[in-house]
């Protein structure tokens, strides 16, 4: 279990703190409006009104214990770049922030994010790759060059081994798992034979992946 603290409860926010609660993690969430947070206190762990715009107000709740800080203030940039400096300055171990765009993304990763997204463009990147690559069934892009997806398998590799079908040789890309008929492999072998009705879990950098599908 860990201890992760949500800034701010817009529709991201909220519902990336239900969810982290759902799967069993200690969700602390903050938000200067009463009628937002008073509308998740009940589906988080803690819940707190605090207007981080305030200088040393993330101090004041001893949040320097927790394993990650979530800034999700995106549309306010001068909010979140408070909120990710000072979480920084509080020692927390990752700290992940959203941006609307490329630039408040560069900002915020000088700052002190570890990691920043962009829900709308990762969204739009990934259903554009399902839309246009009529293999890729699925799609997480891991940073800006590698992406996680599952594909179908090509019709040459169908029934070869992955030893034969060389796709690490010749594609420069890793099955990290298989989803077969009866669930997900993930401990698969170079002798693992590949079927028709397989799902691959494939990992690579995203120009080798494009070439592949």
């Not at 709740?61 to 001068?78: E, H, R, T």
């Not at 463009?121 to 554009?128: F, L, S």
């Not at 699925?138 to 590698?146: A, H, M, P």
């Amino acid at each position: 279990m860990k201890q992760i603290v949500v800034i701010g409860c817009g529709r991201f926010g909220t519902n990336l703190a239900i969810t982290l609660e759902k799967l069993g993690n200690e969700v602390m969430v903050i938000d200067k409006d009463e009628e937002v947070i008073n509308s998740i206190a009940n589906k988080v762990t803690h819940s707190i009104i605090c207007d981080v715009r305030v200088e040393g107000s993330l101090k004041e709740l001893g949040l320097a214990n927790f394993d990650i800080c979530v800034v999700a203030i995106g549309s306010d940039y001068k909010t979140s770049i408070i909120a990710t400096v000072e979480a920084k300055e509080l020692g927390i171990p990752k700290i992940i922030a959203k941006a609307t765009d490329s630039v408040q993304a560069m900002v915020l990763s000088k700052i002190g994010a570890d990691r920043v997204i962009i829900p709308e463009r990762d969204m739009g990147i990934r259903v554009a790759n399902n839309i246009s690559n009529s293999n890729i069934l699925d799609s997480i892009n891991l940073s800006d060059e590698y992406s996680l997806v599952e594909i179908a398998p090509i019709e040459d590799w169908i029934g070869k081994s992955i030893k034969e079908s060389e796709i690490r040789q010749k594609y420069y890309i890793n099955i990290v798992a298989v989803k077969t008929q009866k669930g997900l492999e993930i401990n698969i072998g170079a002798d693992y034979v590949i079927k028709d009705s397989d799902i691959l879990l494939v990992a690579g950098r995203n120009d080798r992946i494009s070439k592949l599908v």
